[in-house]
């Protein structure tokens, strides 16, 4: 994943403008070696304008959260230090501040109403539907801002706002036109699929044992647990009908119906009858378990089983896997009884021999060996390629190839079309496409398909505007920089 984020990083950077507003609610971020003290100071200044740390606080946060969001638990703060998130977001702020110098320089200005208008439109401020001074100063302080701050940077992100829209550009119809062509271009294409039918290998011993000696690592066997284990049977109690109302009085909200509705009492009786003999055998198992722990009694079964293989409750095993040897675990409730478990041993796993391996070396190496040869036959039926012709298709003509599933039909077409070579073959595992392109034509104009082309058309174009002009006001302006960032 952190490769994934640090290649597609300056997308996220660059196409995240207005970040305000999200840091309602999210917080800030701890910083680490990049902690300024002082909310006033300055960590840079771009043409005429200061950076203060709050507002560099501001963005690192909004940042971490926009991926937090994107990748939900994942997301951490040794990731974010990994991807340089803290130097991305001074990029960033150092980026934002070049368009507001330029947005000075034209003389745009944000007006009081327009930020107000900005303010109603923020969930965390509203109390029944309406803005609400208080909830508007509670949630800044529980965000360790005020309105003074908080409006300053509203005012920033609207002035951004304002200098992208001078820079907003759409396709005129006909470059919308030959791009909807274009991009749902058509090939001719002819193609021969192989699979492990076309081929046949003999695995030899010495091939499995040279396979094996080569990844003898990835053979090992499971991690094994010792256990000392005490039962303790859950067995039904005698209650009296007075206990028994008394409870269902004072419980009758757990005892429920299929359908949600509360049973009666006589409906509920067995029901109760478990549930206070469990509560009964619960204090015995307690009692069971301190005498264990104080070695006044005796554990009655030991066992040695691989963790995979440990038959308990969901409850039973989150303990035993936290647990260190020499613990001993509070009863809880596995297959109705209760179970108390000392851990005597955790055995790490160990490299498999051979023999115990050869079964799994010899799945693993045929499945090499038929790919071996797959990719060997497929290299010489190239040379002399025949095929069957699917005619004219394009990237979701999957239809057309009903040999393959849908998913795989999918795989192959993508890459064809992005292949610049007219002959090759696409590897889908365990079989092999041969292509042909024999010829190429632009697609009939689709106008349904108007709306997808335009809007990544419109990204893309817009995006390039933005970072031409960056670079532009880069050498316009004088940027004064307080922190030395990473390459």
């Known amino acids: 994943m952190i490769t994934w984020m640090q290649r597609h990083k300056k997308w996220l950077v660059i196409t995240i403008w207005i970040s305000t507003i999200a840091f309602v609610g999210a917080g800030f971020v701890g910083w680490g070696s990049y902690d300024y003290g002082s909310k006033g100071g300055a960590v840079a200044v771009v043409g005429d304008r200061e950076v203060t740390v709050e507002e560099y606080q501001r963005e690192y946060s909004s940042l971490y959260d926009q991926y937090a969001r994107m990748f939900g638990n994942q997301f951490n703060q040794e990731m974010a230090d990994k991807l340089k998130l803290k130097d991305a977001a001074y990029k960033l702020i150092i980026q934002k501040n070049l368009i507001l110098s330029f947005a000075d320089e034209l003389g745009l200005d944000v007006t009081n109403e327009e930020i107000a208008k900005q303010l109603v439109l923020i969930p965390a401020f509203l109390k029944d539907g309406k803005f609400d001074k208080d909830t508007y100063i509670k949630v800044l302080q529980q965000n360790r801002s005020n309105p003074t701050e908080f409006e300053a940077s509203v005012k920033r992100d609207l002035l951004l706002q304002k200098i992208e829209s001078l820079f907003q550009i759409q396709a005129n119809a006909k470059e919308l036109e030959n791009l909807n062509k274009l991009l749902f271009a058509e090939d001719k294409v002819s193609i021969k699929i192989l699979n492990a039918n076309n081929v046949k290998v003999n695995v030899t011993e010495d091939e499995l044992k040279k396979y094996w000696e080569e990844n003898k690592n990835s053979y090992v066997s499971e991690p094994t647990v010792k256990l000392a284990i005490e039962e303790i049977n859950v067995e039904q109690g ?250």
């Open 238 to 487: 005698a209650f009296s009908e007075d206990e028994l109302k008394e409870h269902y009085n004072n419980f009758k909200t757990d005892y429920r119906q299929e359908d949600g509705k509360l049973k009666s009492f006589d409906e509920a009786k067995e029901d109760m009858i478990q549930v206070l003999s469990e509560k009964a055998t619960k204090k015995e198992a307690l009692k069971k378990y301190l005498k264990l722990k104080k070695g006044e009694e005796n554990f009655t079964k030991e066992v040695e089983v691989e963790e995979s293989k440990l038959a308990y409750s969901a409850e039973g095993l989150e303990k035993i896997d936290g647990a260190v040897p020499g613990d001993i675990l509070k009863p809880f409730i596995n297959n109705g009884n209760y179970v108390v478990v000392k851990v005597l041993n955790k055995g790490l796993p160990k490299p498999l021999s051979y023999e115990k391996a050869k079964e799994q070396v010899a799945q693993n190496y045929e499945a090499v060996a038929l790919n071996r040869a797959l990719e060997k036959l497929s290299n010489e039926e190239l040379e002399n390629f025949s095929g069957k012709s699917l005619g004219y298709v394009s990237r979701d003509s999957y239809e057309k190839i009903p040999e393959l599933q849908p998913q795989e039909a999918l795989t192959f077409l993508n890459k064809l079309f992005s292949s610049t070579e007219k002959q090759g073959k696409v590897n889908l595992g365990n079989k092999i496409v041969l292509y042909k392109i024999e010829d190429t034509r632009l697609a009939q104009y689709d106008e349904s398909k108007n709306e997808a082309v335009r809007s990544t058309v419109d990204k893309l174009l817009n995006q390039e505007l933005i970072n031409n002009l960056i670079k532009n006001l880069e050498n316009r302006y004088e940027v004064q920089s307080s922190i030395s960032l990473e390459e």
